[in-house]
């Protein structure tokens, strides 16, 4: 066997070995000069992971210059506290439905409109919001900050209490898609700054409990465009359709 055989077989060989590994075209034709330095590259680990990795370990995983809880990847994290997010126009003042009744289905409501954020999913959401069986703290419970809005802002600081009645939010809560609520915006709540009942008749503070839709009647609101009176805000008639405040516990 001559030389020219040797290099003719030692190319063939070349081809077919580069064609199993995907990297050739399998045409037969020779790769292309820079066909090994592709490969190379391909299979060099991207600068940083896909997504914050680790949500509590203090480091910025993904270099994207937000770290552990800050970053969006870590919304519903365990240890990364509760998102709040309102929804507007979802009803009169029958929400209650039933007098007395139990109020597990306006929690259902918050569920089923947090499985239609992209990035967060339903279960175990409440609804901001009391009658005069459950207070708006009794049904919440204590709610420790950090509280984040939906553009992962820090609504309540790590210091703080979401049913503080001395203290204004440090962001405004904000829709399903990361937006404001316009002013003259309001959320159902039925309940004081501190998350209790407010004082009075249950026709004038909580539409009886969440079971008329009169205009005569009126149930406490939360102006969803203030960082002040986001939850005990006026009364207004509950003829109006009026939102929720929903909160992941
Ligand atoms: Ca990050
Ligand atoms: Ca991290």
Redesign the pocket.
């Known amino acids: 066997m001559n030389r020219a055989h040797w290099v003719g077989i030692l190319s063939v060989v070349w081809v077919v070995t580069l064609a199993a590994s995907g990297c050739g075209d399998g045409s037969g034709e020779p790769a292309p000069q820079d066909a090994g330095q592709d490969m190379a590259q391909d299979t060099t680990p991207d600068m940083g992971p896909q997504g914050?990795?680790?949500?509590?370990?203090?480091?910025?995983?993904d270099e994207d210059g937000l770290?552990?809880c800050a970053?969006m990847d870590?919304r519903q994290a365990d240890g990364c506290g509760p998102i709040i997010f309102g929804v507007d126009e979802l009803s009169q003042g029958t929400i209650g439905t039933t007098p007395g009744g139990s109020l597990h289905s306006v929690d259902a409501l918050c569920n089923s409109k947090a499985n239609e954020i992209p990035g967060l999913r339903g279960g175990g959401w409440v609804a901001v919001f009391g009658n005069e069986v459950e207070t708006t703290k009794e049904r919440v419970g204590e709610v420790e900050g950090p509280v984040y809005n939906t553009a992962n802002e820090v609504v309540v600081g790590a210091d703080g209490n979401l049913f503080d009645p001395e203290a204004s939010l440090e962001a405004t809560i904000l829709d399903r898609d990361q937006q404001a609520f316009s002013s003259g915006t309001y959320m159902w709540t039925g309940s004081n700054a501190d998350g209790t009942l407010p004082q009075g008749d249950a026709a004038d503070t909580t539409c009886s409990g969440w079971t008329v839709s009169d205009s005569g009647s009126e149930g406490v609101a939360g102006d969803a465009s203030s960082v002040d009176n986001w939850l005990a805000g006026p009364s207004r008639a509950c003829n109006e359709m009026l939102g929720l405040y929903c909160l992941s516990r």
Not at 52 to 61: I, K, Y
């Open positions: 914050e990795q680790a949500c509590s370990n203090g480091v910025d995983d770290v552990d970053d870590c």
